[in-house]
């Protein structure tokens, strides 16, 4: 039976896993206005703010030096090279599509945490692994219309692989500093950046943009970059990191649904069959075994 605090968590879990859903709906919505490229300045623009006022309003003291360095990779990864990977992907590929290709979003931070981390995942691991990415590149290879990649399908592909690396070095910092400390870091270490690159790709038709781009945006930096990390951390606290984690394997459904309704695209019965056979993939890879290194002697 679970307690009052892990229903609380797995509850905030479930928002945690909407809000990030919203992102690729967000962000398909936005460029249609904006280039991908202000969305994307935007976006950490608007994180970082948001991260500046919760460490001075909690009075944080900086990171420990050994801290800065996988803050700027986690910087690097998700608050600059996801979004703008997603962000131009999103102008030719749909939000829907995008979800499914996202799916293997848990196997890829494993197989980065395999690499930096030095764990060693089990064969089986590697079978699903290897299975779930088979069913993405085919659903793509099948979008596409043809036997290549289309651009946006290989820019959502990197993204996924920032997404990994991002989330390895997020993890390994959360042993100096709490997990929404690290989110707030990151995006206030890309804050300069992201200042200088808003006022370099300010639209001259700001005033044209209508308010539905302007709460895409809004969105896609405070929620999907910002507030969805406080809830997914909170989640893991109260429910834990292995049950929290399986709920992630809904994010798939939650972004073909969020862009049936909000983004208004036609979901067809094939993405439907990817994202559940993606979920389902992901789902065993991620109960097998992934074993830590022992330290010798």
Known sequence: MFTNRQHLGLLLGVLGVIVFAGSLPASRIAVTEVSPYFLTAMRAMLAGLGGAAMLLVTRRRPPPRQAWWPLL??????????????????????SAQGGVILGIMPLMTTAAAAVIEGERPSPGFWIAAVIGSALVMSFALYRSGGYTLAPGDILLLLAV???????????????????????????VLSLPVSMLAVLFTWPADAAAISPRIWGAIAYAGLMAQFVGFFLWNA?????????????????????????????????????????????????????LRVGRPTPEG
Request: glycine share 10%; hydrophobic share 60%; net charge positive.
């Open 235 to 287: 989640a893991m606290g109260r429910a834990g990191i292995s049950r929290v984690g399986q709920i992630g394997l809904l994010q798939p459904f939650f972004v073909v649904l969020i862009a049936a309704l909000v983004a208004r695209e036609p979901i067809d019965p094939l993405t439907i069959m990817f994202a559940v056979a993606v979920v389902v993939t992901v789902a065993i890879g991620t109960r």
């Open 161 to 187: 692989i920032c997404g990994g690396v991002g989330y390895t070095y997020s993890g390994r910092l959360t042993s100096l500093m709490p997990g929404w400390e690290v989110i707030s870091w990151a995006v």
């Open 73 to 94: 990779a986690v910087a690097v990864a998700i608050v600059l090279g996801f979004p703008l990977l997603s962000a131009v992907a999103m102008v030719s590929v749909p």
